[in-house]
């Protein structure tokens, strides 16, 4: 796992003076353990590498990494699990190989299907079929004066780029990229106030966008020749009336043999593997199967007894138990308010994008303390609720036969009736999300799950000038843009699924669990992703994935002969934080100097008076607003890292 960065200019282009070194630095913390830059000054192109050692720790593992004749140069963050099967295959062929990285695999499968003239696109594509891997990178080929970007199927490892008339600029990180003067996209903020994140290729940054999961890109001289999509969802690409699982026990079944595949071939490693262990049932299973290969796994967890309840289960004891039961060491991360409050401007800064969300803060506490203990990789649990369900919408969803037949008269009343609940009882929260968009239809009400504020409130908190910039966009527009190409036959909860899946693991869950771990150079990997095991599950029907008010029922079931029963059916959990009590008492000073009249109204993106009638009404026990309240403030902190070292101003 590294970092990686980059750029490609037009002829006659002058790069920004000492940027690669500026990159290298920035990426330090992602590589701590080697880097170097490539250059072709004549073709106006260069690569940066910063190295986290995993595979082949040798300097033939170096990056970026020539082909023997220097025509072709590579650039890679990621692990391609595949690579021994890819490498013996290409040995077939005559390819030969000097170390034992999946770096210079991936270097010789481009050699192997190296394109010519216009089948690039095609070329390039199969090559990303034949990987099972998380990854970010770049190939440039000197003979096509081509650079070629691609990510991984689910967006695992980042890849941020910028693109104007200067040239394409590409790197891990936001802060990596060229210090340009900066505009605001008000439509993606928007998105982030309304969701906490931000679905789609946007970022706070007009310039500046994400490269999407299972996206590549084609580049000649600094200019973009083509976007193009490598990878698809199984549920956009197969037929599920025709591919659906038959049988309970093939599914029950499957789930386990496809889990522990995933799981054992993710363990290749030249250094030592660890696990987070919450103890739900996603982590709890990872471990399972892992300890199988490594029966003594070292697995790590928090303890945030101490920083206070809001509704959330004691993790810790879970964890505990899981630890006991399968015999595996557990480590215990100890944090506090103080801690955790103090936390948070380093966390957006860490992040590049300004999520309003304290948990990534838990997983950059576990990762530090594995990086103390000599670990490098860990495995994680992540995605387990986007395949098999497991969020309280999915439920919510589910018991929509209840009352979605009513007329919609009736549903706006049932909507009206549900809002008056008091906002501060985690059950009665529950009740008015369950109810807020009754009053919508098919995939508009769907996606209003996502939703943190209502999109009237939300505008209220907006300047004339901020509105007037944001002009008829809506903050839902990219999932319903994707929603329209799945087939019209698909299910309600495989739709919530795809969007589970392409936009809230992308650029939510697997946005921080990057960002987090390698601030303090952690490689995490995520069995549940793997392309076999995802291809599965979406074979699996939807009775066997939410059954009645049981998420993720099928993969309970297969971990019953691995795991203790009152782990597998325990209450659902999330790494959450009392944020509600936080920003009423220990960041209450902190929130109210972030979010000041004074710079509200130099920043000119809210109004000031409506946003303190906000907080007032938050802290007093009127509403519920402090997601909301948060994210404003992450924008703010955002604001002051990334576009105060230029001028401001809305995008054009």
Known sequence: MCGIAGYSIPPGSIPFPGWTE????????????????????????????????????????????????????????????????????????????????????LLNLYLSYRPFGHQVIDAFSAILKRLNGIFALAVWDSDLNSLLLARDAFGVKPLYYQYDSKGLYFASEIKALPQVP??????????????LWSPGEGTPASIIKKLGPGQAMWVVQGRVQQYFNWYHLPVARLSPPALSISTQSQ????????????????????????????????SSSVVAFARECIPNIRC?????????????????????????????????????????AAGLEEMVWQLDEPLADPAPLNLLFMSRLARKHGIKVMLSGAGGDDLFTGYRRHLALGNERYWSWMPRHLRI?????????????????????????????????????????????????????????????????????????????????????????????????????DKMSMAVGVEVRVPFLDLDLVDFAARIPTRYKQRG??????????????????VIYRTKSGFGAPLRRWLRVELRDWLFDTLSPQRIQLRGLFDPQAVHRLIAANAEGKIDASYTLLSLACIEIWCQHFIDRSVFNFSD
């Open 251 to 282: 599914a029950v079944n499957g789930v386990a043999n496809h889990l522990r595949k995933a799981v054992q071939r993710q363990l290749i490693s030249d250094v030592p593997v660890g696990a987070f262990l919450s103890g739900g049932l996603d």
């Open 413 to 513: 009343q049932l909507r009206q009736f549900a809002i008056q609940f008091p906002p501060f009882h985690p059950l009665f929260r529950r009740f008015r999300k369950a109810f807020s968009g009754a009053h919508l239809e098919g995939d508009a009400r769907l996606v209003h799950y996502f939703r943190w504020i209502e999109r009237p409130d939300l505008r209220a908190l907006y300047t004339p000038a901020f509105l007037a910039a944001l002009g008829p966009s809506e903050a839902e527009d990219p999932m319903f843009a994707f929603l329209e190409s799945l087939p019209k036959n698909t299910p309600p909860l495989e739709r919530m699924l795809a969007l589970e899946q392409r936009f809230f693991l992308t650029d939510h869950n697997l946005t921080y669990t």
């Open 300 to 340: 790590f967890t928090i303890d945030v007894s101490r920083v206070g309840d809001e509704g959330f289960p004691n993790d810790l004891l879970y964890a505990k138990r899981v630890s006991r039961y399968l015999g595996v060491p557990l480590e215990v991360v100890q944090v506090d308010p103080g801690l955790m």
């Open 22 to 105: 500026t990159a290298k630095a920035a990426l330090s913390h992602r590589g701590p353990d080697n880097g170097d830059v490539f250059m072709d000054k004549v073709c106006g192109t260069a690569l940066v590498h910063t190295r986290l050692a995993i595979l082949d720790l040798t300097p033939l593992g170096h990056q970026p990494m020539l082909s023997e004749d220097g025509r072709v140069a590579i650039t890679f963050n990621g692990e391609i699990y595949n690579f021994r099967e890819l490498r013996c295959l290409l040995a077939q062929k005559g390819h030969s190989f000097k170390g034992e990285s999946d770096t210079e695999v």
């Open 182 to 195: 900066l505009k605001l996209d008000p439509p993606v903020l928007d998105r982030y106030l309304s969701f």
């Open 549 to 566: 008010r049981e998420g993720k029922w099928v993969l309970k079931k297969a971990m019953e002969p691995y795991l203790p029963h009152d």
